[in-house]
């Protein structure tokens, strides 16, 4: 039996059971809260421009088709959030730019439902999309507080659940992260 | 009775309440079968062959087949809250005993 999981959270709350965690905050917050990993979010392409120095990763919420092809164009963000609605399109120039596509476990936990059902079928177009574009995928917790944090192996089963092989979920939760990390070197 | 290699093979989950709230079995196993019902419908659910064996101390076991062990898993994992109290599910250790589970805690 494997009992622990090498595993990068890239957006999570810092604990044991991850290797290393990446903070996500907004941009406007990056100066006050650096320790450790950490990231802003951005939500439109223009906040791109006033991006702080000494940020680890940047990460674009999309949400919409133009709104994501934007971010995957500028080729200076390293995730896409919530990157629905997703397409052949968006695949493809996620793949070429190595912009990796975030799948968090929290869009899940939050909705309920009609809504819960519409995420679940989005991240399943965007798993099946990012398989066959080869685009880079990876699972985050989203957990904000000590009682929120999943362990590595409910990531795993998050991303089974979604459609992904084992290796590909193990993959999605430790070898895609730290390339992320490491700028696809 | 049904020979031992005619069983249906089985996975044992140990989980672990995370927060400050204390809980009775029969909440945790109601907030359990409702999660499960709420993410798997009333058809996924029967196929899975749930069952909470134990609980105390803020941990404890669920079975279920080897085919929705990850399913299982991630109903554990949308446990929000129980009897209107906030309550999270973390899960510790998979194994096919519940033997090779204690040794994990």
Known sequence: MQRNYLAIDLRGYPSDLFEAVCEVVPAEDFPLSKRGITGVEVFTSSQLRNVPKGVDLIFARGGTVQRNRKFLDSKRINVLSCP???????????????????LCFREVMNAQAYLRAKVLASFQKTVNLARK??????????????????????????????GLDYSEAKASIYTIPRRVLEGFE | ???????????????????EETFKREEIVTAIWNSCLEFLGELGASR??????????????????????????????????????????????????????????
């Not at chain 1, 793949?95 to 975030?102: H, P, S, V, Y």
């Not at chain 2, 009775?1 to 927060?19: H, S």
């Not at chain 2, 134990?54 to 669920?62: D, T």
């Open chain 2, 1 to 19: 009775m049904i020979k031992k290699t005619q069983r249906e093979k089985r996975r044992y989950i140990l989980f672990e309440l995370t927060g």
């Open chain 2, 48 to 105: 899975t062959s749930l069952w909470v064996h134990e609980y105390g101390n803020r941990k404890g076991i669920v079975s279920c087949n080897t085919r929705s062990v990850d399913e299982i898993i991630m109903c554990l994992s949308l446990v929000r809250e129980i009897e209107n109290k906030s309550a999270h599910i973390r899960v510790n250790g998979v194994s096919g005993t519940i033997r090779g589970l204690k040794m994990v805690s």
């Open chain 1, 84 to 102: 629905y609605p997703f397409d052949s399109v968006q695949a493809r120039c996620a793949a070429e730019n190595k912009i990796a596509l975030e």
């Open chain 1, 133 to 162: 574009y080869h685009a880079p995928l990876v699972i985050t917790s989203g957990s904000s507080s000590d009682d929120e944090v999943k362990s590595p192996r409910q990531l795993v089963a998050f991303g089974k659940v979604l």
